[in-house]
């Protein structure tokens, strides 16, 4: 039976974009850039200091166009200067790429930042539904 579908016609696969997230000056603010270090990237304090006390500019990571746009808005938050340029093999970035860099949260030092963010948001939302559900049951 002939459902009309030819393997030829699947769509091209969408290459990834990497670009290397550059650290042109880390700011006034050490303490913030650090923080964001331990929460974009699994790594120590003392490694984190270390990243934040090195000479600029240097090639932080490279990763992913979304996650490098993101973490470039964060460390602009965190009054730390970068720019994003294309990859390339020559580029030798702080955080390895057997390293996790991602903006979950997920590192030793934002885990429980963001689960206090989790926690605070979903008690709102409990709220919410709740103060929603009297004003059915009222009307």
Do not use: W
Not at 10 to 26: E, H, M, R, W, Y
Not at 27 to 36: D, F, M, N, S, W
Not at 97 to 116: I, K, S, Y
């Amino acid at each position: 039976m002939d459902d009309g579908f030819m393997p030829e016609e699947l769509p091209p696969l969408v290459d990834t974009v990497f670009k290397a997230v550059v650290i042109n000056d880390a700011g006034p603010h050490r303490i913030q850039y650090i923080k964001l270090l331990r929460q974009v990237a699994e790594v120590d304090l003392k490694t984190a200091k270390e990243l934040a006390e090195r000479p600029t500019p240097y090639v932080l990571a490279a990763c992913d166009e979304v996650t490098a746009a993101g973490f470039q808005s964060l460390a602009a938050a965190a009054g730390v200067a970068c720019e994003l340029k294309d990859y390339d093999e020559t580029m030798e970035p702080a955080i390895a790429d057997d390293q996790p860099f991602n903006l979950l949260g997920t590192g030793r030092g934002g885990c429980a930042t963001t689960m206090l963010l989790l926690a605070t948001t979903a008690a709102g939302v409990i709220y919410g539904l709740v103060v929603f559900l009297r004003h059915l049951s009222d009307a």
